[in-house]
């Protein structure tokens, strides 16, 4: 939605220029623009969640493992599943900050080697006969591994007070702490075929799944990608509403997204105990029913902040 | 296969068609319905009496929540469910043995919550044989589906599924690994090295009888060899898959669950869909729905035009290799044992569960095959061995003239698409007509 409105308020000059790894075309131009827009727990941007904060850095031979099929070599330093770099598989992790420095650091300079892996592709199906083809780009261990899904400590919070709409319907404003659980699962999933390996082509990859960056934390050139909440949300004047979800690892990302966003109407608000999906975290609660009106409580305020406007 | 009796008078007759359209009939607002992991919209009369008869349309993969059969049908007093399957528009994620589980959702919301009596498989195209696979089990349990002679078997958790009462199938084609037996190209020999072909088996090669501008015409000793060539690369493909999954089963590969596996130019390369002299008839004299709604029993030549763009199909990615799918999807739902990619004596029809010929014989319910005159698969003397191979005491066929597999006039064909104007009219009209004929004392 982020990037309709920028589109539809700016036109394609907004995902077009040199620094985008994929450039819109003008067909894009006349779009209608909507007049309010609720993001309901959104993340960064696919290039980001299900990319670049996700790839095991730990591979080094991606060019062996597309070109030829061999199998992922992993450098133990950057294993997140090596119990000797803070892995427990049976709770939350513990890595040191100079392990996840160098894992953050390790997942953008591995995005970057596939992006260039990708362009050069793609630069060869141009050249081809078949100009407009695609082919087939399959990341091994590109999937399941987010190391805040295992280390509570990352991303944890709101950096500033912000609004925690309770379980009773009350709101308090305060620094918001996630009550996720963590997921050490995701080890055996990262070497799957189905839960572990992005199974992409050279265009979806482009166009959808990647971002350059220096580090996958804090260092992402967010505007490098159309697939962009970060970038999009700067681009858009129409009134927003983050509802970010406190049973799940989006918290701070929200806070970034209301933070930068150019609308002069924004609201922030935080869902006590609700999932991804809006629905009771059971498995983070402290007794059965904490988190009982996680539904009914983001829709309520939802649709308050619909008619209050419009 | 079973032989019918060659008809040698031409009889035209008139459709009477039983059933009137009318605007009160016109369907407005489909209801959106989630069936466990498929989902479907109920297309029915805004109005009128609780009805009697279901017609469920699904496809294994393809977006089927508004094919021409939900508005046609509702139009014609049908309730009509249109479902998207689990595994909607990736064919790289297909489990085709999970099929019918979503087709049962569709057939117990019909019988449960529409209410209806009745239930009607629609299978246009691919929806053919998910179909047939689904009402073959449902008759029989998931017996149908295992045996040692199958590349997958299905599980038992196929056990106890719903029947439906009936079964169309509109263009349903034999099943989507033999049209993948009959549409990879035999030339390449070496799956390492797909780029260098053996010449002998290039179909797109003029010296072969490739025609870039028009229809091709192979020789007979080319044919023979290349029909042969295509079901030993297909035995190849599945040998090396095989053996890849029993890696992947061992702990011995990448993953540890299923593999990617890609096959370029594995599909397009269809003689029949490049040389007019393939099957481009009826085996029989058989009845031909004219566009002016009469009915002519005659040896039917398909009007498909030759399809030499398929050359440059074959070498991309998007179509030649289908966009890529996986060890599992590959196994399931693409590949078939054979020894000749066009003789069906020759081919283990039911090494596969994903096979039109195979589960029809396992069906008793009333069928009607309809194929279409223009589609551009050239399927319409498959559709009739389809139908030959069938079961059921009550079966019909008719071929539908000018249609597209879509069921639309064809638009690419010797004459102007005005020339089968009433195409969509006519099978719905006569597929109404043998509905209510069966059913609707129901």
């Not at chain 1, 599943?81 to 890595?95: A, Q, T």
Request: with cysteine; hydrophobic share 35%; charged share 20%.
């Amino acid at each position: 939605m982020s990037f309709y409105q920028a589109v539809a308020e700016n036109g394609p000059s907004y995902c077009q220029g040199s620094n985008k790894i994929i450039q819109c075309s003008n067909a894009l131009s006349g779009l209608p623009p909507a007049d309010g827009i609720i993001f309901r727990d959104a993340h960064p941007g696919n290039p980001v969640i299900a990319g670049v904060r996700n790839i095991n850095p730990a591979v080094v031979n991606d060019s062996a493992v597309i070109d030829h099929n061999r199998p992922p070599r992993i450098n133990p330093r950057l294993d997140p599943f090596d119990e000797k770099n803070g892995y427990n598989p049976s709770g939350p992790s513990k890595y040191s900050d100079q392990f996840k420095n160098a894992y953050f650091k390790g997942q953008a300079e591995r995005m970057n080697r596939l992006i260039d892996l990708a362009l050069e592709r793609l630069h060869e199906i141009e050249a081809s006969d078949n100009p407009e083809d695609d082919a087939p780009f399959i990341i091994p261990r590109g999937d399941s591994a987010k190391i805040f899904q295992l280390d509570l400590s990352i991303l944890h919070s709101t950096v500033n007070p912000q609004k925690l709409l309770k379980n009773d319907g009350t709101i308090s404003t305060q620094i918001v702490e996630s009550v996720r659980v963590a997921a050490p699962e995701i080890a055996e999933l990262n070497r799957t075929f189905n839960g572990g390996t992005l199974f992409l082509t050279v265009r979806s990859f482009l166009t959808a799944n990647a971002v350059r960056g220096t580090n996958s934390l804090d260092g992402i050139d967010h505007c490098s990608s159309n697939n962009s909440t970060v970038c999009a949300v700067q681009k858009i004047s129409v009134p927003v509403l983050f509802g970010a979800m406190q049973g799940h690892y989006f918290i701070r990302d929200n806070e970034i997204h209301y933070e930068l966003s150019a609308s002069a109407d924004k609201d922030l608000i935080v869902i006590e105990g609700a999932t991804h999906g809006i629905t009771p975290c059971t498995e983070c609660e402290q007794f059965p029913g904490q988190y009982s009106n996680t539904v009914k409580n983001f829709f309520d305020y939802v649709a308050a902040w619909v008619n209050d406007r419009f | 296969m079973k032989t019918k009796m060659f008809l040698a008078i031409v009889i035209v007759s008139s459709l009477v068609i039983a059933t009137r359209i009318s605007s009160s009939l016109a369907q407005g607002n489909p209801v959106f319905v989630q069936l466990g992991q498929a989902k479907g919209a109920v297309y029915k009369p805004d109005s009128g009496p609780q009805l009697q008869i279901g017609i469920l349309v699904m496809h294994r993969e393809s977006n089927y929540m508004n094919n021409i059969a939900c508005r046609e049908f509702s139009r014609r007093g049908f309730v009509v469910l249109c479902m998207n399957s689990r595994f909607e528009n990736n064919e790289a994620l297909v489990d085709w043995e999970l099929i019918p589980l979503d087709v049962a959702q569709g057939v117990n919301h019909l019988k449960n919550v529409q209410k209806v009596n009745t239930v009607i498989l629609y299978g246009n195209s691919g929806g053919g044989v998910t179909m047939s696979f689904y009402q073959a089990v449902a008759e029989n349990g998931p017996s149908v589906c295992q045996g040692a002679n199958k590349l997958v078997q299905c599980g038992n958790n196929l056990g106890g599924l719903p029947p439906a009462d009936g079964i169309i199938l509109s263009d349903g084609h034999p099943g989507n690994p033999i049209l993948r037996l009959r549409s990879v190209n035999p030339a390449v020999n070496n799956e390492k090295n797909p780029d260098r072909l053996n010449p002998r088996l290039d179909p797109f090669d003029p010296k072969n009888g490739f025609n870039p501008e028009g229809a091709s015409h192979y020789s007979d000793e080319f044919k023979a060899r290349y029909f042969k060539g295509q079901a030993e690369r297909m035995n190849r493909l599945i040998d090396d898959a095989l053996e890849l999954l029993q890696r992947v089963a061992a702990g011995k590969y990448i993953y540890t669950d299923d593999a990617p596996f890609n096959i370029p130019k594995f599909d397009g390369a269809r003689l029949l869909s490049l040389n007019p002299s393939i099957r481009h008839t009826t085996l029989f004299p058989e009845k031909l729905l004219k566009n002016d709604g009469s009915i002519a029993v005659q040896i039917v030549e398909s009007l498909a035009p030759s399809r030499p763009e398929l050359a440059e199909a074959n070498q991309t990615f998007s179509e030649g290799s289908r966009e890529g799918l996986t060890v599992r999807s590959f196994l399931s739902s693409n590949a078939i044992r054979a020894n000749n990619s066009m003789d069906e004596s020759q081919i283990d029809l039911c090494s596969t569960n994903n096979s039109t010929p195979c589960m029809l014989q396992q069906v008793s319910v009333p069928l009607l095959a309809a194929a279409n005159q223009a589609s551009f698969q050239n399927l319409i003397q498959e559709v009739e061995i389809n139908y030959l191979y069938a079961n059921s005491a009550d079966k019909d066929f008719i071929v539908v003239e000018g249609a597209t597999t879509g069921v639309t006039p064809c638009a690419n064909c010797a004459n102007p698409a005005t020339s089968y104007a009433n195409v969509t009219k006519n099978f719905f009209d006569y597929a109404a007509k043998w509905i209510n004929d069966r059913f609707s004392s129901n």
